[in-house]
């Protein structure tokens, strides 16, 4: 199981191990992560379950798909150079070690 | 189990049987103040004249709506008069081939709706629109203003058709008959939601008949000559192919869009509208900063739910707050009474535009149906709000005792809103 670490906007780390094949959204929620707000369930229209990966993390994951990457022009927090909707990126090996920063807000 | 051997297994004096004896679910008034009472004891009750187990708080209904696996929203516009056969065969023979897509589909069927749906309803395309929307809301204050009168009716003037004018720009229709497609949607709403007798059901199934003619042409016309609108966005996801989407459920899209995108912004628009003349400092506050009004949305959004609640049906058993329902039993999810709980609102009866939480209400439902047009709505309540503070600062409701509220199950909206201008 991959394990991930969020940042919550105060500073404080949760480390969770995150199963493969959900959605990291789907993960947080599950394990509690605050910060989270995900209004739409991963459907991928709210835009309320923005994150910040590390650059690394990051690069590993590619580009997100066009329409994500609409619709992180309205998330609320200010949109960072690897900012993505955590409902659209999937659990698994690749994602181990990720850091991921949870916003101050979601709206 | 019939409905009456439900209640009766629950003892008379619980107050669980207590709340769905009380429960009235097709009157307003007194309706907040019933839940209130009823929600610090009693987070779920079965009410037998609708054979629905009610869930009173945010927690409960929000699990429910997340939980897609195991409730279904196969009956969320369920009729709640079952329509008689002929009239069914009325519809056939008038060709009415309208399906679910969406609201009342479970994954897949749902997802395959959604996905085509959101290549157009999205915040992108919904930007813009701005512009238009503002001008629309323009053009319905300049006809105020001009009208010379000093009491108007809101709704009459300005809120009743404001919203389906905005579906129609999502049509790509700016001459449409906006009266037209309310006449249809009130019937729709009626036919679903309300208690009609045999002849009134039959008379609605004409107008039903009507409007989908009227969104089936307007696709056939779209295959003709595509622009850049709802109904050219989903033939254009389907791209001719039924494995996708095919061209019957392209137009049961677009007639659910007719119905979905305006009369529930009509109600929360006079809701809100409602809410802030009752209070004419508060009125005063957002006459003099205009900033505080995205928050004044939302409050009004939670505090006056207009989609006061919604249905589910349980897919296999199932537990909601220690209850226990069989599989197959019917959830009706207050979100007006969600939308009050303390537990996440403190004061939660207390109209405050200054709420910092306001917007974690559930008016537009939650999970994988959440509502698409929530951040359209968002826009048209704030222009409308800022067009009128600006418009008629002093603005003042009159007669409030007239105003009354439609008796459906879902829906609650103000159907007059008389305003003294005081220009
Ligand atoms: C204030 C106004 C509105 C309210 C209160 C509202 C409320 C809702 C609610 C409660 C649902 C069902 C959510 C669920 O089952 O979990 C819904 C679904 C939906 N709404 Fe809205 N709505 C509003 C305005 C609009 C507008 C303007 C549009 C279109 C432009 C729209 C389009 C839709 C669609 C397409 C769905 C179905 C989503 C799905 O099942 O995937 N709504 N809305
Ligand atoms: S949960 Fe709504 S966009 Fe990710």
């Not at chain 2, 519809?91 to 609201?103: G, I, K, M, Y």
């Not at chain 2, 919203?163 to 720009?169: D, E, I, M, R, Y």
């Not at chain 2, 449409?176 to 009626?190: M, P, S, V, Y």
């Not at chain 2, 537990?343 to 209400?361: C, P, Y």
Request: charged share 25%; with cysteine; net charge negative.
């Amino acid at each position: 199981m991959p394990k991930l670490t969020f940042i919550s906007s105060s500073g404080d780390r949760h480390e969770i191990a995150a199963s493969n094949g959900a959605s990291v959204m789907e993960c947080a929620v599950e394990h509690g992560i605050e910060g989270i707000v995900a209004e739409c369930g991963g459907s991928m229209s709210c835009g309320t379950c923005h994150i910040y990966l590390d650059q690394e993390a990051y690069e590993r994951l590619g580009i997100p798909a066009t329409a994500e990457n609409d619709l992180l022009d309205f998330v609320n927090a200010p949109r960072r150079p690897t900012s993505r909707l955590s409902c659209q990126i999937k659990v698994d090996e690749h994602l181990d070690g990720a850091v991921i920063s949870v916003p101050q807000s979601q709206y | 189990m019939t409905s009456t051997t439900i209640l009766s297994k629950i003892p008379a004096g619980c107050p669980m049987h207590q709340a769905g004896e009380r429960f009235q679910p097709f009157e307003h008034k007194g309706m907040t103040d019933f839940y209130a009472s009823v929600r610090p004891e009693v987070p779920i009750f079965y009410a037998p004249s609708i054979d629905c187990w009610v869930v009173t708080r945010r927690e409960d209904a929000l699990a429910v709506l997340r939980d897609h696996e195991r409730f279904s929203a196969s009956n969320a516009t369920a009729p709640i008069v079952p329509w008689p056969e002929e009239m069914h065969q009325f519809l056939r023979d008038q060709h009415f081939t309208n399906e679910s897509v969406q609201v009342a589909c479970d994954p897949p069927r749902h997802t395959r709706g959604r996905n085509a749906a959101m290549t157009f309803l999205n915040m992108k395309k919904f930007q813009n629109y701005e512009a238009d929307v503002r001008a629309l809301a323009r053009s319905y204050i300049n006809e105020i203003s001009n009208s010379g009168k000093d009491i108007v009716d809101l709704v009459e003037s300005f809120t009743y058709e404001y919203p389906a004018k905005v579906a129609f720009l999502l049509l790509g229709e700016k001459q449409l008959d906006a009266r037209k497609l309310k006449q249809w949607a009130d019937l729709r709403i009626k036919l679903i939601f309300g208690t009609l007798t045999h002849e009134q059901q039959m008379e609605a199934a004409r107008d039903l008949a009507d409007f989908w003619h009227f969104a089936s042409a307007l696709v056939e016309q779209r295959k003709k000559k595509p622009g850049d609108d709802y109904p050219s966005a989903l033939l254009a996801a389907r791209a001719g192919d039924d494995s996708i989407l095919t061209e019957n459920e392209v137009k049961s899209l677009v007639f659910g869009l007719l119905l979905a995108a305006h009369e529930t912004t009509t109600n929360a628009a006079g809701n809100l509208l409602f809410e802030l003349l009752k209070r004419p400092i508060t009125w005063q506050a957002i006459v003099e900063d205009q900033s505080l009004i995205p928050n004044a949305v939302e409050e009004g959004l939670r505090y006056a739910t207009s989609t006061i609640a919604w249905r589910r049906r349980a897919k296999v058993d199932v537990e909601i707050a220690g209850v226990q329902l069989p599989r197959g039993s019917q959830i009706l999810l207050s979100l007006t009474s969600a939308n009050r709980d303390e537990k996440q609102f403190a004061d939660g009866e207390i109209f405050d535009i200054g709420r910092s939480n306001a917007r974690s209400h559930i008016a537009f439902g939650n999970g994988i149906h959440h509502c698409l047009g929530a951040p359209l709505a968002r826009m048209e309540l704030r222009i409308l709000l800022e067009e009128l503070t600006t418009a008629f600062p002093k603005m003042r409701l009159e007669d409030e005792e007239s105003i009354s509220f439609l008796p459906t199950l879902s829906f609650r909206g103000p159907d007059r809103l008389p305003v003294r201008l005081n220009r």
